[in-house]
DNA sequence: CTGAAAGCGCTTACAG
DNA sequence: CTGAAAGCGCTTACAG
């Protein structure tokens, strides 16, 4: 009973149905058909042979091709989006924002490379091979930028510290990281700590900076050897920071500002192992906000950055691109707000 | 004379470089510089003409348009991998495993729904407009696929209970659910409860009716009322957990298996801050196997499902679909393995 | 309103 | 080895 298959019983071998096929069943020309196809009949095509089309493309089951529209119009209706890393849960929110945004009339496909690993220039070339009406690139690093000549309408997410005239939608991480410092002054701590992400994304470079200067200005110190980096997993965040405690806390560190939720979540973890109370010991911030933050115990004190905003407002840009329009702002940069959650206050 | 600079246009209005133009150059036809240009010209192209066409492609930075391309070869390079739910952690070392077998002769795209949202059928339909070369689905529900009439290569991951005819590669998720059962039994529980996902995936429904079926058979019972659903996200597990568990003490439960790490986050974050001792008075398991779970306190037990091997296999397959060769075998199972720690033995 | 026709950029028998 | 030519399926001026 073991089968030499021979499998796909399935209407594989169905011809595909064109135009062409469609036409002659209703009678008139592949223009008529493409006009009605596309919804651009309207005062253009009578309504006797429109119901004759209409009726063939339902019997016939006919779909226009993508790749022959694309080539006569000059680019499909796709929009690419090229992502270094989606296994940040964050992604998944932005990409819930430009499909809301991008509605039916663009298919998104998503482009990612592996994990910390930006598009090669080839990778990019064979992208703008598929014509996509659009380009939504997240969190690229300038040097892909230089690579990317000659997209069509390109619009940049979470691309910090670009001219003025690349269209893009950033996150205001710097505000983010002044309110943290804010609200860390506030609270009394006069020693902090940072644990950096490791992958030089100018996001983490931003946060960082934006940081340490407010803190400066507030009089806060972050001591020589109080600045770590540890690779955005929980498990190695937890081990630099088991590593460095000990001298911290000699040199009176009270608090401990994460380049990430992620790295915090590591913190949390081995202080509750060590025994080292929080905040009343050591005060716990993070940047981003994920879900766990908000249940975590203690909750932790986060800069809350949209996701869903972002992408909203990226695929808004790139849609008027698209039209042709110009865009009122080129840049757009949205609010970042701090909550404030156990890590930091006690409950 | 002509520059040897790079090819690299000035952003917007470049022309878009195009066989011909290579061919005009390079003193042939375009039927030699395509040759050329998709390395078929061994044995077919004089190597004297072959040098000259490599010289003005890359004089002119001419790339294979693959819109044209796939128009004229009746399908692109392109492979499309459907997915629900990016947002699972899960995913991304699929989706490394995939890119990892692809390779670079085709180009990986991900079409994502929003979150435990199925695919349309006219979403579909649009994608097969592109004419991928072959399709990758993940995580499917039956009645998608019978929509998905007469694709050409495809293979599922992560699709049980489908007939044998459909090329698929699955996890034993069952397994693990069985050897959930063992160990719990083997550990000395009567008592268990579930906490199921309420997504309805097929994957859960296995997972669930696997580890039932070899608790009974074991001599475990899972208690009316101590059988109960959450959504997958750490705060909702916690609650739901929070309101079971003075039911489930009085039943005598010593263990509960979540359908997913996620859930048993939930629990154990629940359980810490109501002062429940793990595993002492409950025990706690997961599916999935996060990498949060390794460093958890406690470790979680979890069963591990190999994600980077699933796309992987899954890619390697459909590649062989693709070069028209037979499967030797159309659905591959990939073992799952416990991973036993301290929320089910004492560390 | 309508259809014939000219592409879009490429690949591939085919004839030389 | 080589190039002219016929498409691939569609869209869009254009002439009627």
Redesign the pocket.
Request: proline residues 3%; positive net charge.
């Given at each position: 009973m073991h089968s030499t298959q021979k499998p796909r019983a399935t209407a594989i071998n169905r011809r595909?149905v064109?135009?062409?096929m469609v036409a002659e069943r209703a009678?008139?020309?592949?223009?008529?058909?493409?006009?009605v196809?596309?919804g651009?009949a309207s005062?253009?095509?009578?309504?006797?042979?429109?119901a004759k089309v209409r009726e063939a493309i339902r019997e016939l089951g006919?779909?226009?091709?993508g790749?022959?529209?694309s080539?006569?119009?000059?680019v499909s209706n796709t929009v690419i989006m090229v992502a270094p890393d989606i296994s940040n849960p964050f992604f998944a929110t932005v990409i819930a924002g430009v499909r809301a945004a991008l509605g039916s009339e663009f298919q998104l496909l998503l482009s990612v490379t592996d994990a910390g690993q930006l598009p090669s220039a080839d990778d990019t070339r064979r992208l703008l091979g598929l014509r996509p009406a659009g380009l939504l690139v997240d969190a690229p690093d300038p040097s892909f930028l230089e690579e990317l000549s000659a997209p069509g309408p390109l619009v940049l997410l979470d691309a910090p510290g670009l001219g003025p005239e690349v269209p893009a939608v950033n996150l205001d991480v710097a505000q983010g990281g002044r309110l943290l410092a804010e609200h860390l002054a506030a609270t009394g701590h006069k020693k902090v700590a940072y644990i950096d992400g490791t992958t030089g994304t100018t996001t983490f470079e931003v946060r960082r900076i934006a940081f340490l200067e407010a803190a400066g200005a507030l009089g806060m110190e972050v001591p020589e050897g109080a600045r770590i980096a540890a690779t955005i997993n929980v498990g190695l965040a937890a081990n630099a920071f088991a590593e460095a405690w000990p001298q911290w806390k000699k040199l009176g560190v009270s608090a401990v500002v994460c380049a990430t939720d992620t790295h915090a979540y590591g913190v949390l973890q081995e202080a509750r192992a060590a025994g080292i109370s929080i905040p009343g010991e050591l005060a716990v911030t993070g940047f981003d906000d994920l879900p766990y933050s908000t249940t975590s115990s203690p909750g932790l004190t986060s800069v809350n950055l949209p996701g869903e905003l972002l992408g909203r407002r990226a695929a808004e840009q790139l849609l008027r691109l698209i039209a042709g329009e110009d865009l009122e702002t080129q840049q757009v940069t949205l609010e970042s707000t701090l909550m404030v959650r156990g890590s930091t206050v006690q409950g």
């Open positions: 595909r064109t135009a062409a009678g008139v020309s592949t223009a008529t058909v493409s006009l196809a596309n651009k005062g253009r095509v009578s309504p006797g042979n429109e006919y779909v226009v091709d790749i022959g529209s080539l006569a119009r000059g």
